[in-house]
């Protein structure tokens, strides 16, 4: 799983923190910190840390089961 919080967007609530605490931590008052690539144990946590955000400032993208192909020739389409 890979987390990319929008530091843009965040506006310090500690949602995150409190529901995920090994994922994600307050430095201050405002600054977020956290873990882009969380341990699978948390993934329950992070995903309820995300869905708590007033701002909606926290992306999870699961990737199990996703294969990039980078090798594949590309087609062009033709008419």
């Known amino acids: 799983m890979r987390v990319v919080v929008d530091l843009s967007r965040c506006e310090g609530y500690a949602q995150c923190a409190f529901l995920a605490p090994d994922a994600f931590r307050m430095h201050g008052e405002e ?3 956290y873990d882009p690539e969380p341990d699978d144990a948390q993934r329950d946590r992070v995903l309820r840390a995300a869905a708590a955000c007033p701002v909606q400032a ?15 020739p590309l087609e062009a389409s033709r008419p």
């Open 31 to 33: 600054a977020l910190m």
């Open 58 to 72: 926290i992306l999870v993208d699961r990737l199990e089961g996703r294969t990039e192909r980078r090798d594949a």
